[in-house]
């Protein structure tokens, strides 16, 4: 237990310890002050029995505040350490250590720690060499040509080679038919052009022809309507030989197209004759050229079958020899592969990188003297350092609102060898929190931690530390505290309001002794003597119970006695004690309305209460203040009535007014005496 709690806990004990002391004296004295048996009909009424309800609950609420506040102080907040997801980097035995990483954030893939090795350096030397001559060979092999059966190849150019023969052959062939159809088809479209144009100028002679012909004819028809004209003389004779002129020539013109177009008729016969002839002979030239292509293309269609013979062995050749060259290279790659593994492993050895993206929480000062097997370096996620603690529900909104939180490493002193933290102190905050169905009103408070190095090193190593959180909410807001506070408030508040429930009008007086008998005359002790000091003391008692409410068997019996030994000289006396009889007589009258109206009391309690208040009645109407005899006998006379003694059944009437009769008629003997 720290110092500062075992401070807390003595300071804390000494109060209670002190309370309680100063509570006890207090109640001890109480006691003893009020040591009396309490009539029926005073405080220890309803009133009285609220008021003593409410001083108990009330000592029991500021003992509950005070053990409330003692237990938060004294019970510990402990909890366990743990590390979720912590990789921890360790000393190799057969490494130097170079270098470790320097900054606490540390990225996916970083380096975390790098080590050093003679045999570890040759060794990568020659995989890398290794590496490299597989590498070479793979390439090489990459570009070598697949190695196929040599006859099949020397077949293959074979036939490839009387496949271009014919092809070329073919192709010459081809071409002299092409070009014979190409002449053939020149001259022919020549000679139909001849044809088509002297078919155009047949018919433009045609058009001539006929065109001419209509002009002869029109001609002819105004040459005869001009010689009728001329046989009349109305035309002139020029005009006549002008139109006879026109119309010679229009025959001369009708004779010439007409010639022409016999020509033309004439001229396109022995072309269309001309180009049957070039028909004929060009199909004669196609066929005997068409028939040596046939030859050809079987030819060339026998080697294109053997070529593909060819081709298919060739192809299950080169199958095989894919294969071969496929299982070369496959054996190069493992062969590969094995030295990058074994490269990669000496790398990962060699070279520690971080598995994900966090935060160094543990470094070791010196890498170089760390023993091996120890950590070099650990790493954690954000919130991989956590403290599980057990702590009670009510905490839960106190610790969420506290932005830090400190606890404190506990030292473990159950082993041979004591467990001593330098850094034992480190701040922590709420992380998560868990109900515990199987432990009520408890729950698991998972807290994000700053865990000094020594201590994460502990973690890594497998060790179990526990912690104790030193933060505590105010005392002031445990649900016990404020319960407890809420009842002794609760019992303050009944007992005031009880207190003046039961207190008469006069109540705030009751305890006042009046000046007159707060001091004793001296001429009262001259002429009386110590014996007039006590009566008069004894008057006042009697005053005071009767406030009070509280009757005194032995204070009545030794009114009493004093009656019946001093006679005159007591009643004056205790007149006097007694101070004003107005306030004595209300109180009076208050003490008899709850003494007969009380219940929950049993018969013979009630029988005791009624015979003192009977006696007090007697004393106060013999030896009463002046002024109160006659409220005093009225009070006597409803007291002893046969409805109050019936209604209680506690004593006879009759007793109880003999008893009356016997002390008045004594007082006013001794009155008058």
């Known amino acids: 237990m720290e110092w500062i709690v075992i401070a807390e806990v003595a ?13 006890a004296c207090a109640v001890h004295v109480w006691r003893k002050r009020n040591a009396t048996v309490r009539a029926p009909g005073g405080v220890g009424g309803v009133a009285g029995v609220l008021r003593r309800a409410s001083t108990l609950l009330l000592v029991v609420g500021l003992l509950g505040m005070l053990l ?24 190799p035995a057969d490494f130097d250590v170079v270098d470790v990483a320097g900054s606490d954030a540390v990225s996916q893939h970083a380096t975390l720690a790098r080590y050093r090795s003679a045999g570890a350096t040759t060794e990568i030397a020659v995989l890398k060499l290794r590496r490299e001559s597989l590498v070479a060979d793979q390439q090489v092999l ?18 490839n080679a009387q496949d ?41 002679l045609q058009g001539e022809f006929q065109q001419a012909q209509s002009n002869l004819a029109q001609c002819q028809a105004e040459h005869e309507r001009l010689a009728k004209l001329h046989q009349r003389g109305v035309s002139s004779e020029q005009e006549y030989s002008e139109k006879a002129s026109e119309l010679a020539a229009q025959q001369i013109e009708v004779r010439k197209l007409e010639e022409q177009f016999e020509k033309t008729c004439e001229q396109k016969a022995e072309l269309e004759q001309a180009l049957d002839s070039f028909r004929k002979f060009g199909e004669d030239q196609a066929r005997v050229l068409g028939v040596k292509i046939a030859e050809v293309e079987t030819q060339l269609r026998e080697i294109a079958s053997l070529q593909e013979d060819l081709e298919q062995q060739r192809a299950g050749d080169l199958v095989r020899a894919q294969r071969h060259r496929e299982e070369l290279l496959k054996k190069i790659g493992v062969e590969l592969e094995q030295a990058e593994q074994q490269l990669a492993g000496w790398t990962r050895r060699l070279e520690i990188l971080a598995p994900f993206a966090g935060r160094v929480v543990y470094r070791a000062t010196s890498p170089g003297s760390v023993n091996p097997g120890e950590p070099l370096i650990v790493m954690a996620p954000a919130d991989g350092l956590r403290l599980s603690v057990r702590l009670p529900r009510w905490m839960k909104s106190h610790l969420a609102r506290a932005e830090e939180a400190h606890c404190r490493l506990l030292e473990d002193l159950e082993r041979d060898e004591q467990r001593r933290f330098v850094e034992c102190r480190f701040p922590a905050a709420l ?16 807290m994000r931690c700053e865990l000094p190095g020594e201590a994460v090193r502990l973690l890594a190593r497998g060790e179990q530390i526990a912690a104790r959180l030193l933060w505590r909410p105010p005392f002031y807001r445990a649900p016990m505290f404020l319960f407890c506070a809420v009842l002794a408030t609760i019992a303050a508040f009944v007992r005031s309001v009880s207190g003046r429930w039961a207190a008469s009008p006069s109540a705030e007086r009751r305890f006042q002794v009046p000046a007159a008998q707060g001091v004793i005359n001296p001429e009262i002790t001259t002429e009386f003597g110590g014996e007039g000091a006590m009566l008069r003391l004894l008057g006042a008692q009697l005053r005071e119970m009767t406030v009070r409410h509280e009757l005194d068997a032995h204070g009545i019996a030794a009114a009493e006695w004093a009656l019946d030994r001093h006679r005159a000289r007591a009643v004056r006396l205790l007149a006097l004690g007694m101070g004003e009889g107005d306030e004595l007589c209300d ?29 007090l009645v ?10 109160s005899h006659e409220r005093v006998r009225r009070i006597a006379r409803q007291l002893s009535s046969p409805g109050h003694a019936r209604s209680k059944g506690t004593v006879e009437a009759s007793s109880w007014r003999d008893t009356n009769n016997r002390v008045c008629a004594a007082g006013e003997e001794l009155r008058k005496g």
């Open 431 to 446: 992380a998560s929190w868990k109900d515990l169905p199987a432990h009520p009103g408890y729950a698991l408070a998972e």
């Open 164 to 204: 271009r023969n014919g092809r070329s052959n073919l192709t010459n062939f081809v071409l002299e038919q092409e070009k014979l159809l190409r002449d053939s088809l020149r001259s022919r479209l020549a000679t139909q052009d001849e044809i088509n144009k002297l078919q155009r100028e047949m018919s433009q």
């Open 618 to 627: 007697a004393i106060l109407q013999t030896a009463g203040p002046e002024g």
């Open 142 to 159: 990459l570009h070598q040509p697949l190695a196929v059966d040599p006859e099949i190849t020397q077949k293959i150019a074979e036939q």
């Open 11 to 23: 300071a804390i004990s000494s109060m209670v310890g002190l309370g309680t002391y100063c509570l």
């Open 68 to 91: 409330s506040t003692v237990w938060q102080a004294a019970v510990p907040q402990e909890g366990i350490l743990s590390g979720d997801g912590l990789f921890t980097v360790l000393r």
């Open 587 to 615: 109180s009076l009258e208050n003490l008899v309305k709850q003494c007969v109206h009380e219940n929950g009391i049993s018969a013979d309690v009630r029988r005791r209460s009624f015979g003192l208040l009977h006696r």
